[in-house]
């Protein structure tokens, strides 16, 4: 935290002198208190109370002080702040070994759901945008603001939507750079801040090469962040007879360290949510140097409302 007028807060020296100036006061009240030698009328003129209400509107009051001038120096923190036509991909693998089930109930029903969570969490000014890939890629869902038609879009995820069998993470890459151009006029000359995600389970197996890909991402500036998902044990059942279908993220671990994304490796449906908490925490944002004094000008008036509270209410009168 930096403060705009760190000089103003000298007067913190202020709240100081009035904090020793109550407990003398209380002091000498006390010293007061043992001379009165009518100990049953003192207590009829001045009947006991709780220690604590007796203090705590002054208590209330000074801490109000104290936080109006912290608020008076203007403090500012760096905040983080959604980027203007921030843009997000997400290239969900629809290929037949996304269908294994080493992850509960299969990897890909739990990546669309772990996709729908992470795009819930994001801001809602966010454009994101849906491509599905196996043999080749498609986009499902251009990047936009509207949540729902993304939702529907990630419900129909399935092997199969493309119509092609395999694994191309070059052309997931490269269709998801396509939409992100496509986003509005200004996407040609201004490209918009984005980020891609391509969550997979495979190596690439057709298509474009996923460095060539990648290398398209670095001249834009898009970071790749990818997510190897599954487990060595995975297999898929064709006809009665078990296919093993390992998970392999040495390419996704080449593409992310090219573009300066974070690559992931998630084996649970849980890992795969955490997974997206750590990426949905870097995406999109900006930190920015804001104002905070508000905050501390507004708890001090509580503060106030507080002390005249207990004051009214414990002694039917102002502090």
Same mark, same amino acid.
């Given at each position: 935290m930096i403060w705009e007028s760190p000089i103003r807060l000298w007067l913190l020296l202020g709240v100081a002198a009035l904090a020793l100036a109550y407990l003398v006061a209380q002091r000498r009240r006390s010293r007061y208190a043992v001379r009165f030698t009518n100990l049953r009328l003192l207590d009829r003129v001045a009947p006991r109370r709780p220690t604590w209400r007796r203090h705590l509107p002054a208590g209330l009051f000074l801490a109000m002080l104290a936080l109006l001038v912290v608020g008076f120096a203007r403090p500012t923190a760096e905040v983080r702040v959604p980027r203007e036509r921030a843009t997000v991909m997400v290239a969900v693998d629809v290929s037949t070994s996304m269908l294994a089930t080493d992850v509960d109930p299969d990897r890909l029903s739990a990546?669309?759901?772990? *996709?729908?969570?992470?795009?819930?969490?994001?801001?809602?000014?966010?454009?994101?945008?849906? %491509?599905?890939?196996? $043999? &080749?890629?498609? %986009? +499902?869902?251009?990047?936009?603001?509207?949540?729902?038609?993304?939702?529907?879009? /990630?419900? !129909?995820?399935?092997? $199969?939507?493309?119509?092609?069998? $395999?694994?191309?993470? #070059?052309?997931a890459i490269s269709t998801s750079l396509g939409a992100v151009r496509a986003?509005?006029?200004?996407?040609?000359?201004?490209?918009?801040?984005? !980020? /891609? /995600? %391509?969550?997979?389970?495979?190596?690439?197996?057709?298509?474009?090469?996923?460095?060539?890909?990648?290398?398209?991402?670095?001249? %834009?500036?898009?970071?790749?962040?990818?997510? &190897?998902f599954g487990t060595p044990g995975g297999f898929v059942d064709r006809g009665?007879?078990?296919?093993?279908?390992?998970?392999?993220?040495?390419t996704l671990q080449a593409? *992310?360290?090219?573009? #300066? #994304?974070?690559?992931?490796?998630?084996?649970? &449906?849980?890992? +795969? !949510?955490?997974?997206?908490?750590? /990426? $949905?925490? &870097?995406?999109?944002? !900006?930190?920015?140097?804001?104002?905070?004094?508000?905050? =501390?000008?507004? +708890? #001090?008036?509580? =503060? *106030?409302?507080?002390? *005249?509270?207990g004051s009214m209410r414990w002694f039917s009168r102002l502090p």
């Open positions: 990546a669309k759901s772990a *996709a729908r969570d992470f795009v819930d969490a994001l801001p809602k000014e966010f454009n994101v945008g849906l %491509v599905a890939f196996a $043999g &080749s890629a498609a %986009v +499902l869902v251009p990047p936009s603001i509207d949540r729902e038609a993304l939702d529907e879009g /990630i419900q !129909r995820l399935a092997e $199969g939507i493309t119509g092609v069998q $395999g694994t191309a993470i #070059g052309e986003l509005d006029e200004q996407a040609t000359t201004e490209p918009p801040p984005a !980020r /891609i /995600i %391509v969550l997979s389970d495979g190596a690439n197996t057709s298509g474009m090469d996923p460095m060539e890909a990648a290398a398209e991402a670095v001249a %834009v500036e898009v970071p790749v962040h990818t997510i &190897s009665g007879r078990p296919i093993q279908v390992p998970v392999d993220g040495e593409v *992310a360290e090219q573009t #300066g #994304g974070a690559f992931h490796q998630a084996d649970t &449906s849980d890992e +795969l !949510r955490a997974v997206y908490d750590d /990426i $949905g925490s &870097s995406v999109g944002w !900006r930190k920015e140097r804001q104002d905070i004094s508000a905050r =501390f000008i507004g +708890l #001090g008036l509580v =503060f *106030a409302m507080g002390a *005249a509270f």
